[in-house]
């Protein structure tokens, strides 16, 4: 199979996925997830294949756009979701949980009205891109697939491997890690068999969910610290949940650094599976 042709249908699929959770954006209860998750994979597969590509900056801007102005929906969610988890502050936490839920809804409105201006535009950009094949590029027209997602794999995995495990990098880590798993799932479907391919999936799913955890708590710790002059009568709760997710994140961040420190270290060919 030739490397455009497989990447034509996989951008296919894409887009297809953006559209049908844009039109049940208020019917199903993860569209927003999935939405964000669709136009990530979507911008990731432009950007880890863009040595073989003509990529459109206004496009990936575009992709990013939206990205970006989902974040803080998509953040209202997640911390929704963990405060509900709590048996403790139950009752000291109403005040909060309210001025989220209502936040949450705001937020929410504010995206899907962005996207409701931008995505016909979005559509059609991405349609002529795939109709006119403008993202073919001179030199790669006869390479095949499986040959550039292994170049690519490599090329990934040692712009990993020069990120140093600590602090002020899991956040870029975790998103670097997550276009070598978008690689992996492509080239999983060409070889369903490959045993090392589901083994290395499977750890980088988890590694994922335990960066994002980590990501997802700092994120929280600082968006409640800008709430205590919102929410005045509720300061010492909002503290005290502070506190709880500081403590779990130091935690956390201490064990996931330690993994990280041992995949950069022992896990040598990274981009071999055949």
Same mark, same amino acid.
């Given at each position: 199979m030739l490397f455009y042709d497989v990447f034509e249908e996989i951008i296919i699929n894409q887009v297809s996925e953006i559209e049908?959770?844009?039109k049940v954006f208020y019917t199903k209860d993860e569209a927003l997830h999935d939405l #964000?998750?669709?136009? #990530?994979?979507l911008l990731s597969y432009f950007l880890v294949f863009k040595k073989y590509l003509n990529t459109d900056t206004q496009l990936l801007n575009t992709l990013k756009f939206f990205l970006k102005s989902s974040n803080i929906a998509r953040d209202t969610q997640i911390l929704i979701e963990k405060i509900n988890q709590l048996d403790i502050f139950e009752n000291d936490l109403k005040e909060l949980k309210t001025y989220l839920e209502k936040e949450y809804g705001i937020q929410k409105s504010n995206f899907y009205n962005i996207l409701s201006l931008s995505f016909d535009d979005f559509l059609i950009k991405i349609n002529q891109t795939i109709v006119q094949k403008s993202y073919r590029k001179d030199g790669f027209f006869d390479f095949k697939f499986e040959t550039i997602t292994f170049l690519s794999l490599n090329a990934q995995a040692k712009k990993i491997k020069k990120i140093k495990?600590? %602090?002020k990098n899991l956040h870029k880590l975790r998103i670097e890690y %997550?276009?070598? #798993?978008?690689?992996? +799932?492509i080239l999983q479907k060409t070889q369903v068999q490959n045993q %090392?391919?589901? +083994? #290395?999936l499977i750890q980088l799913r988890q590694l994922q969910?335990?960066?994002?955890y980590v990501q997802d708590l700092s994120v929280h710790i600082e968006y409640l610290k800008s709430l205590k002059t919102i929410l005045p009568n509720s300061i010492n709760a909002i503290q005290a949940l502070? +506190?709880?997710f500081k403590s779990n994140l130091k935690q956390k961040r201490k064990k996931v650094i330690f993994l990280l420190?041992?995949?950069r270290f022992f896990e040598i060919n990274w981009g071999e599976y055949a």
């Open positions: 049908s959770n844009f #964000r998750v669709a136009i #990530r994979r495990p600590a %602090k %997550k276009k070598y #798993r978008y690689i992996l +799932e %090392k391919i589901q +083994e #290395r969910d335990k960066l994002g502070i +506190e709880t420190s041992f995949l």
